[in-house]
Nanobody, 112 residues
Framework: QVQLVESGGGLVQAGESLRLSCVAS????????IRWFRQAPDKEREWVAG????????NYAESVKGRFAISRDNAKNTGYLQMNSLKPEDTAVYYC?????WGQGTQVTVSS
């Protein structure tokens, strides 16, 4: 089992940027894919982005493609989600997922 801690969320205005981090502890995650999900109020959790174990493959939900960038640093056991050109509809709690483990989430609020 791995422990995941997300950070970097906050309150920003539309058009601004945030960088989320997901720090893993308990074991190395260098051979696992990392995924980001989000859950807005009264909505189901949705997948946002994923990255392969070596960072060579990334994929994104259509709603964030071209604005978000997922990356990782295996030496730091950490994943990242760079979020640019944020929109009010990006407001949600963002979660990191590695295999069957989840973090506690970090709140992102985008005001118009």
């Amino acid at each position: 089992q791995v422990q995941l801690v997300e950070s970097g969320g906050g309150l920003v205005q539309a058009g601004e940027s945030l960088r989320l981090s997901c720090v893993a502890s308990g074991r190395t995650v260098s051979t696992d894919a990392i995924r980001w999900f989000r859950q807005a109020p009264d909505k189901e959790r949705e997948w946002v982005a994923g990255i392969s174990w070596n960072g060579e493959r990334t994929n994104y939900a259509e709603s964030v493609k071209g604005r978000f960038a997922i990356s990782r640093d295996n030496a730091k056991n950490t994943g990242y989600l760079q979020m640019n050109s944020l929109k009010p509809e990006d407001t949600a709690v963002y979660y990191c997922n590695i295999v069957g483990d989840w973090g506690q989430g970090t709140q992102v609020t985008v005001s118009s």
